[in-house]
């Protein structure tokens, strides 16, 4: 479970074992399963779990370019539509609306009988597991010194660019574009009507990838960053709607390099349209998640083509709650670092793979302006060179690749 904690004097005096000693390892995914029973316990009005327990946007189910076959079926059925989305390359994700009298799960059942030829889904929901921690009062006055310098570029730095020229894409929560670390960033929002809805985990994801001030540097501060905010405070946030929609979006702007520090279950609907942004040579992002070693896959860094990114600690050892298997390709710091947060102390310790992803996205955004497949091979593979701890020509379930960005960790001790 991604960790987002206040800078306090405890936390720093005991190196960050605070930020597990809430949990065994051994429980990681029982603690992503009790989240997810507490988000539908509170939107019980808006979501339910499907057979697996997973949360799901209440009597709604996702089609894929139905046929006319398709739409008959979901008409017998008793399934209304209620809209429909270009996702791509002359390709429809259809929005069905389930009947009161109808049980999701058995209305989905049913039309993939009546349509065996066609795809259909739960509308699922992911999420990005980040935790506020508890600021105390003595929490809230202490701040970063003055004089604190902004890290220096390391061997994984890409090459400056003039501002705007580098694109770089976030399907997230909303960003808190007034914070000093975003001052002179160019970004670009997309999602909840034109409203702002700042959101921690995604202000902290962001501030990784093109943040920069006196006290704080991200990976890329010269790219412009495309923030498609899929939450926005609602309920049915995060759903795999809203995320086709946000890649939909993303697509259009020819946004190249794709960050999603998101995690949930497998949907055809969802991977379809990742399928189709991969083919086309997006790169997309993700994090492999923190629900322990021995846990079953997570999506959609599970995806074929997906770049799948682990965490390390300061030594860049693998996070013992790091997800691990053939999704990882790469890995990055994702333990006791610094990123941005909402009001007071504007800085958090983060940990957890969501924090890792943004390092390796950022890492790519300049290596490819434009979605071009063979150009996105060239990319990967320019950056596996770069990877360190694995053995030429080998991959680990661990880190893959290897690790990359060791040097845009941003330690708390210089926070003290």
């Not at 059925?77 to 049980?103: C, F, H, I, Q």
Request: net charge neutral; with cysteine; proline share 8%.
């Amino acid at each position: 479970m991604d960790r987002l904690d206040p800078l306090n004097s405890g936390l720093l005096r005991d190196s960050g074992r605070r930020l597990l000693d809430r949990s065994d390892i051994g429980e990681l995914r029982s603690l992503r399963l009790d989240q997810i029973g507490a988000l539908l316990k509170r939107h019980r009005d808006v979501l339910e779990p499907d057979p697996r327990g997973e949360p799901v946007v209440r009597r709604e189910l996702l089609a894929w370019s139905p046929s006319a076959r398709g739409l008959a079926a979901a008409k017998a059925a008793g399934l209304a539509v209620l809209g429909e989305r270009d996702v791509g390359a002359g390709e429809t994700m259809t929005v069905l609306g389930v009947p009161g009298n109808k049980d999701t799960a058995a209305a989905l059942e049913q039309l993939r009988a009546l349509d065996p030829d066609g795809s259909y889904d739960f509308n699922h929901i992911y999420t990005g597991s980040g935790i506020d921690g508890d600021a105390s009062e003595a929490t809230r006055h202490l701040q970063p010194p003055q004089s604190q310098a902004a890290p220096a570029a390391g061997k994984n730095a890409p090459a400056q660019a003039k501002p705007g020229t580098a694109k770089v894409g976030l399907i997230d929560g909303g960003v808190e574009r007034g914070h000093d670390v975003f001052r002179e960033s160019a970004i670009v929002p997309w999602g909840c009507e034109g409203a702002a809805h700042p959101n921690a985990h995604g202000t902290a994801v962001a501030g990784l990838m093109v943040g920069r001030s006196e006290r704080f540097r991200g990976v890329a501060p010269h790219a412009r960053l495309y923030a498609a905010d899929i939450y926005c405070d609602s309920g049915t946030g995060g759903s795999a709607a809203r995320i086709a929609d946000a890649l939909g979006w993303l697509a259009r702007e020819q946004v190249a390099v794709i960050n999603l520090s998101l995690v949930g279950p497998p949907n055809q609907i969802l991977e379809r349209v990742v399928a189709g942004m991969v083919k086309r040579g997006h790169l997309l992002v993700a994090a492999v998640g923190n629900d322990g070693p021995a846990a079953p896959p997570l999506y959609p860094a599970s995806y074929p083509g997906v770049v799948g990114v682990s965490g390390v600690d300061k030594q860049g050892r693998p996070l013992p709650e790091a997800a691990r298997g053939p999704q990882v390709m790469f890995a990055a710091p994702g333990s006791q670092m610094v990123s941005a947060a909402i009001g007071t102390p504007p800085y958090r310790v983060v940990r957890g793979t969501s924090f890792a992803a943004p390092i390796v996205a950022a890492l790519l955004a300049d290596a490819l302006p434009q979605p071009a497949p063979d150009s996105a091979r060239q990319a990967l593979a320019a950056l596996a060179r770069q990877a360190s701890g694995v053995a030429p020509g080998t991959v680990s379930n661990e880190t893959g690749h290897g690790v990359l960005g060791a040097s845009y960790r941003v330690d708390p001790a210089g926070f003290r």
